[in-house]
């Protein structure tokens, strides 16, 4: 896939970043965790950088601009990059460096002097006067790229080298681990709104407990260990959700003896699937990934048997019937 189309799940690592490496003075730089910020006319900043939040840039930076969320305004010199996670911008100045988007559109008014632009998710919009050196590409294709059939060729082989490892990996844990597998999947299935809440909950908990442990100082280190386990489990959760899904859709055409490794190839491809939808894949992506970890969270409060056998039905009007 393209480097910009990243999924928002990835987000925390900036914020994580943000709470290990200090701030600077705000005289050499605008850096913020939350919040918006303002570069205003006449004011020259060396960075402007924030996880959550807009940056409008009257003044100049001489470096990135750079946003995990928000919108970005570039009315006044930009030196380096312009980043965004998910959020539109709208440039009527020059940028010497990228403009990179995952989720939005960019819209290059008349003003507008950049050297490459690249979304993941989103449209360009190109004032007549705009000037671009280089290649401007947005999704799977660009209708301003010269190259748009290797590019095209080229984001087709990473999602497909993306699915095999996808599938890979939900097989695998299907085979080496089966039992917790299935009990997070069986929660999901029996508590889907308790499971999504608890998925998406998951990530402001995180941050509250890592903004804690940074206070502490000594609690920093934990980090170091806290951000890889949680994006574990977000990994873990997004094979049960494959495997929830594809025990569905087998069950759905009569072949729900096939085996966990079957449903599990068959979840984690449709979760690939997914991901190339316009706009909301990669949204929808994280959100499954979510819900998954809410199912395992549920599974692990609920002490549920790992070894409990499946139930197995007759037909499929069977199983409706069992759980009207």
Known sequence: MSDSKRPLFFLPVLFFAYLLFPTVPAHAAEKKVLGDILVEEGEAAEEASTFWGDVTVEGGVKDDVETGIGDVWVEGPVGGDVDVGSGEVYVNAPVGGDIDVGY???YLQSGAQVKGVSVGNGTIFRDQEARVAV????GM???FDDDS?????SDVLGW????LGLVA???LLAVAAPRPLRASARSIEDALGRSLVLG???VPAMVVVSVLLAITGVGILLLFLLWPAYFALVFFGALVSAYFLGSKVLLVTGRYRAGDALAAAVGAFLVSVVYLVPFVGGLVFVVLA????GGAVLALLARRPFGAPRATYASYEDYLREHR
């Open 290 to 293: 979510l819900l998954g970890v």
């Open 169 to 171: 990996a939900a097989i």
């Open 104 to 106: 939005g559109d960019v």
């Open 135 to 138: 290649t401007q590409t947005a």
């Open 200 to 202: 998406l909950g998951s």
């Open 149 to 153: 059939f290797l590019e095209a060729f």
């Open 160 to 163: 497909a080298v993306m699915t």
């Open 141 to 143: 294709a660009s209708d």
